[in-house]
């Protein structure tokens, strides 16, 4: 039962634009979300994260909108940078169960010049 | 600061057998995850560990076990190996603070394949 979910495998952006990485998930428990970044022949990095009781979250290019009603989050990347290529993993977590992640398939971002 | 490390990373078995793979926490981390990402799929929690003790378990069978040492360092070890057990194996290491670690560091992984 995948409670996180990336419908989208793949993204293609120009250099220079707006990549939007989208996530739903379906338990209403999760109280913190996480957004990962993972290059091939490494683990994944973390990125950003944001707490339910807020709606957005910033760091530099990087951008995280949560919407608790719809139960989606999605991630930004402004301006794109071909050194952002990587697969972008999604992830969350509730209190109770510890800092347990729960993960979706991840989707590949590829920025080109 | 040191980076969470793990080993071997490569390595082959065959199914039936038993494999340890191991880990080492980032500095100051006392809480070690373990990780189990199969082949186009999103990482699946194992189990955690807390102070040497586990500290929640995912869907996995007995035979997936750990350790943790005082150290912070970690074992994974998996009995009877099958080979839907090929993946790769990620060790995360966190902080905890009033029994949460959400944000994990991960290791680059050990690349387990099962023939």
């Known amino acids: 039962d995948q409670q996180v979910k990336q419908n989208s495998p793949s993204l293609s952006v120009q250099e220079g634009r707006i990549s939007i990485l989208n996530c739903d998930y379906t338990?209403?428990?999760?109280?913190?979300f996480l957004w990962y970044k993972k290059y091939p022949a490494e683990g994944p990095t973390f990125l950003i994260s944001?707490?339910?009781?807020?709606d957005k979250n910033e760091d530099g290019r990087f951008t995280v909108f949560l919407n608790k009603s719809a139960k989606h989050l999605s991630l930004h990347i402004v301006p794109s940078q071909p050194g952002d290529s990587a697969v972008y993993f999604c992830a969350a977590s509730r209190g109770s169960t510890l800092g347990r992640l729960y993960f979706g398939r991840g989707t590949q971002l590829t920025v080109w010049p | 600061e040191t980076g969470v490390t793990q080993s071997p990373t490569h390595l082959i078995k065959t199914r039936g057998q038993q494999v340890t793979l191991r880990c080492s926490s980032q500095s100051g981390h006392n809480t070690v995850s373990w990780y189990q990402q199969a082949l186009g799929q999103g990482p699946q929690f194992i189990f955690q560990?807390?102070?040497?003790?586990?500290?929640g378990r995912g869907n996995f069978p007995p035979r997936f076990s750990g350790l943790q040492f005082p150290n912070y360092s970690s074992e994974l070890n998996v009995n009877a190996l099958e080979l839907d057990d090929s993946a790769l194996y990620l060790c995360a290491s966190s902080t905890a603070t009033s029994g949460s670690s959400y944000e994990q560091y991960f290791g680059p992984g050990t690349r387990l394949t099962v023939t």
């Open positions: 338990n209403s428990m999760f109280d913190y």
């Open positions: 560990y807390y102070r040497e003790e586990e500290n």
């Open positions: 944001i707490s339910s009781i807020k």
